[in-house]
Nanobody
Framework: QVQLVESGGGLVQPGGSLRLSCAASGVTLGDDYTIGWFRQAPGKERELVAGITSSGGSTNYAESVKGQFSISRDNAENKVYLQMNSLGPEDTAVYYC???????????WGRGTRVTVSS
């Protein structure tokens, strides 16, 4: 079965940084899978934070996190990362990893990792 497992979340002070990881099993992310990091804050809809193409050659970010977050991937490790800097309370959310084959709509979701930015 396919499994995506996020890690790296936790409690961080405002202005701090975290790096989230998404480790895949049962699927080879390098086989033309695009990856997205999503987040869902309490009482809000899930939103796309960052996306990256299968080769890592193209990335996109939500306007709210441009210049603050950075998505990357290591296909050899079968992992995807989200570097989050200058965190503020508005970044508090559960962060989810999502992977899908390019040119398909179906994909796989992780269970999420919680990020709490406490003032």
């Amino acid at each position: 079965q396919v499994q995506l497992v996020e890690s790296g979340g936790g409690l961080v002070q405002p202005g701090g940084s975290l790096r989230l990881s998404c480790a895949a099993s049962g699927v080879t992310l390098g086989d033309d899978y695009t990856i997205g990091w999503f987040r869902q804050a309490p009482g809000k809809e899930r939103e796309l934070v960052a996306g990256i193409t299968s080769s890592g050659g193209s990335t996109n970010y939500a306007e709210s996190v441009k210049g603050q977050f950075s998505i990357s991937r290591d296909n050899a490790e079968n992992k995807v990362y989200l570097q989050m800097n200058s965190l503020g309370p508005e970044d508090t959310a559960v962060y989810y990893c999502y992977a899908r084959r390019s040119a398909t709509l179906a994909g796989y979701w992780g269970r999420g990792t919680r990020v709490t930015v406490s003032s």
